[in-house]
T-cell receptor, first 112, second 116 residues
Framework: GNSVTQMEGPVTLSEEAFLTINCTYT??????LFWYVQYPGEGLQLLLK?????DKGSNKGFEATYRKETTSFHLEKGSVQVSDSAVYFC???????????FGTGTRLQVFP | DAGVIQSPRHEVTEMGQEVTLRCKPI?????LFWYRQTMMRGLELLIY????????DSGMPEDRFSAKMPNASFSTLKIQPSEPRDSAVYFC??????????????FGQGTRLTVV
């Protein structure tokens, strides 16, 4: 079945450090891929998405490239800020289902 | 628009009691989703509706859980009787399409349920 695997957290970084959060997926067909972010006490918000291979989603300095050959959608940011501290969820939706399937989430903590 | 509105934000109840969680989706959205979030299991889709009709309830854990959507602006998730293992954060989300690969799902702030 379809699934998403994320690196376990927490990821702890100093401000202005480079961020990578790994995400790989298993899916039939050609899924769409997403990153959602959850700030403390809030619901999830869409951060970025990519709907086909080699697409790059980007938003707020974050980027992720849809790599079909490695079935990956790693999240990156060149210089993190304290305000980026949150839980990040990788997710997919495949053509044969209407569901969003989430990974387990990765907590990011950024210190000044 | 105020976004997806859930109530209550927090609920503490005793085992065996009935619990009702409420959700008001964004106006104009015709798909609504209920998720449960726990440390052990992460985010799980419980059920989703399209045009007020339940499309997939395969994620509903057992018969103690039921969900309704009597109209386009309101949905409830009911647990009767509640058990301590139901303690979790319950999220409602809405979208303009059930094909979430094609349109963004907007989440409410969640209801934190504690069953003691």
């Amino acid at each position: 079945g379809n699934s998403v695997t994320q690196m376990e957290g927490p990821v702890t970084l100093s401000e202005e450090a480079f961020l990578t959060i790994n995400c790989t997926y298993t899916a039939t067909g050609y899924p769409s891929l997403f990153w959602y972010v959850q700030y403390p006490g809030e619901g999830l918000q869409l951060l970025l998405k990519a709907t086909k291979a080699d697409d790059k989603g980007s938003n707020k300095g974050f980027e992720a490239t849809y790599r079909k050959e490695t079935t990956s959608f790693h999240l990156e940011k060149g210089s993190v800020q304290v305000s980026d501290s949150a839980v990040y969820f990788c997710a997919l939706s495949s053509d044969n289902t209407d569901k969003l399937i989430f990974g387990t989430g990765t907590r990011l903590q950024v210190f000044p | 628009d105020a976004g997806v509105i859930q109530s209550p934000r927090h609920e503490v109840t005793e085992m065996g009691q009935e619990v009702t969680l409420r959700c008001k989706p964004i106006s104009g959205h015709n798909s609504l989703f209920w998720y449960r979030q726990t440390m052990m299991r992460g985010l799980e889709l419980l059920i989703y509706f399209n045009n007020n009709v339940p499309i997939d309830d395969s994620g509903m854990p057992e018969d103690r859980f039921s969900a309704k959507m009597p109209n386009a602006s309101f949905s409830t998730l009911k647990i009767q009787p509640s058990e301590p293992r139901d303690s979790a954060v319950y999220f409602c989300a809405s979208s303009t399409s059930p094909r979430v690969g094609r349109s963004e799902a907007f989440f409410g702030q969640g209801t934190r349920l504690t069953v003691v």
